[in-house]
């Protein structure tokens, strides 16, 4: 699989030939007729790309960093043809609307392959949110003689992506790269995984199962992590795909079985008592940041109200630490790293264990976070070429003169085929915000991931680690690549 992604970054330029989109609908009244896009574009290798004018093309990263962005600089550089120039925006929208910016050069992309992070151009999370927003991007771009601008970003960004299209249309074209390690960006088969989720899954993956090696060695600590993943729990779900942790609560399986908080202690006590019961007062339990708007006491928090919250503390008997105030990012979504979630609910465990199960100092709880590293990691090989590759398909989008479009990439029949979706296809409304977003892609509980994901945790219970130790997953299981492709 990586060699075909790589053979497709290193081919020449080509075209990207139109198809009817059949998929789903495109709301009306939402952009410009010129971008409600009928069509999506695959890539034709057999056709290469005639003469275009020359172009100057903006770079600006928004959101979350996750691993590969710099390849996706690599990979519209690798091409860049003589009297092409390319810019940075420094520090996402907001070095955008305040015209921070530096040359991007081909002699760049030694340097930048294979490079984690965002740091050579930073990001922030600034919304473009206002009618005086959308004309100061427009007067900077304009004075900056932009042919097109490249957002990478996830499913915010990319909104804001669409509707600068709209507010720069005949002015710069916008061209979206798909951007997330939470995995809750896609649209199948046409986007089934976003750059930097690989690399992520596995970082994360390596740090729990050395906490399962080492709490078997030592035989003590049951600790409690906590996984990136705000509203999507596929980070959480890849991650227990590969360890296989003592216990695993999702986000989407509360909801589901339409759990409260004493649901999920009672689950996570029973797994340590059951561990107990064959002498095993040690393990690992995981479960993704998200959960907590998914548990009805915490949402109620989210919202302000902290009283279901309290009462259930009250109830098996621990104090509730200081919680901080919500705070809310730019596109209104709670920060969630902000809030302890591993030290509350090691908290309530060990009340729980000690004044219901009569647990009295058997087991010892610590609680751990697993986020920000796993942005910055170093891509894995296929994260980088596949980043390269959707830089690359980026760039030739804006050779093809397109506007409003994500790029993507089909892995399902004869893949992988370097694609263009019309951003305007994914949105819809959403009533709570009032406005058109990009969906969220959640974990699909009917799906056969899922539940075999459900039958898998009740053999996890006792497990332990292992001599010799599993291969890690090679691929990420979102490809759902055939025996054949791999």
């Known amino acids: 699989m990586i060699d075909r992604l790589n053979q497709h970054v290193a081919s020449p330029l080509g075209e990207l030939i139109a198809l009817p989109w059949t998929t789903g609908t495109l709301p009306h009244g939402v952009v410009n007729d010129d971008l409600m896009h009928p069509n999506y574009w695959v890539k034709n290798e057999q056709r290469p790309l005639g003469p275009v004018p020359a172009m100057r093309i903006g770079v600006v990263f928004s959101g979350g960093p996750a691993p590969g962005g710099h390849d996706v600089i690599v990979g519209l550089l690798r091409h860049l043809r003589s009297g092409d120039e390319v810019i940075g925006f420094c520090n996402g929208f907001g070095g955008l609307l305040r015209s921070e910016y530096r040359a991007i050069l081909p002699t760049d992309a030694h340097a930048l392959t294979g490079l984690g992070g965002f740091d050579f151009l930073g990001t922030d999370r600034t919304k473009l949110s206002s009618d005086a927003h959308f004309e100061t991007a427009k007067q900077v771009i304009q004075n900056l003689k932009l042919s097109a601008l490249v957002v990478v970003g996830g499913d915010d960004s990319n909104t804001n992506a669409l509707f600068l299209a709209k507010a720069l249309h005949g002015v710069c074209q916008v061209i979206g790269v798909p951007k997330t390690i939470d995995g809750d960006l896609a649209y199948p088969p046409y986007l089934t995984v976003t750059f930097g989720f690989h690399t992520a899954t596995q970082h994360y993956a390596d740090l729990v199962s050395m906490l399962a090696i080492d709490a078997r060695a030592t035989r003590k600590y049951v600790h409690v992590v906590k996984l990136m993943g705000r509203s999507a729990s596929h980070v959480a779900l890849e991650v227990a795909r590969q360890v296989a942790p ?96 591993e030290e509350l609910l090691v908290s309530a465990i060990t009340a729980v264990l000690t004044n219901t199960h009569n647990c009295q100092n058997n087991v010892q709880l610590l609680g751990h976070f697993f986020g920000y590293t796993g942005r910055a990691a170093a891509p894995t090989p296929f994260d980088s070429a596949y980043s390269q590759l959707l830089g690359k398909t980026a760039y ?91």
Request: aromatic share 8%; with cysteine; glycine share 10%.
């Open 396 to 486: 030739e989008s804006a050779l093809m003169g397109l506007s409003g479009v994500l790029v993507g990439c089909d892995f399902s029949t004869n893949g992988p085929v370097p694609l263009a979706l019309p951003l305007v296809g994914m949105v819809h409304f959403d009533s709570h915000r009032e406005r058109y977003v990009i969906q969220k892609y959640m974990v699909d509980t009917q799906g056969e991931d899922y539940q075999s994901y459900l039958h898998q945790k009740q053999q996890w219970v006792l497990n332990d680690a292992t001599i010799p130790r599993p291969n890690s997953s090679k691929w990420p299981k979102q490809l759902q690549l055939k025996k054949t492709g791999a």
């Open 246 to 341: 003592n216990g695993c609560v999702l986000a989407e399986e509360i909801a589901e079985k339409k759990w409260g908080l004493m649901d999920v202690l009672d689950y996570f006590s029973g797994v340590i008592m059951n561990r107990l019961a064959v002498n095993k007062p040690y393990g690992v339990l995981i479960f993704p940041e998200g959960m907590l708007e998914a548990i009805p006491e915490f949402k109620s928090f989210l919202n302000g109200d902290s009283q279901p919250l309290h009462r259930v503390f009250d109830r098996i008997g621990v104090p509730l630490m200081g919680l901080p105030g919500v705070v809310l990012d730019a596109h209104g979504n709670p920060n969630m790293s902000l809030i302890r979630s």
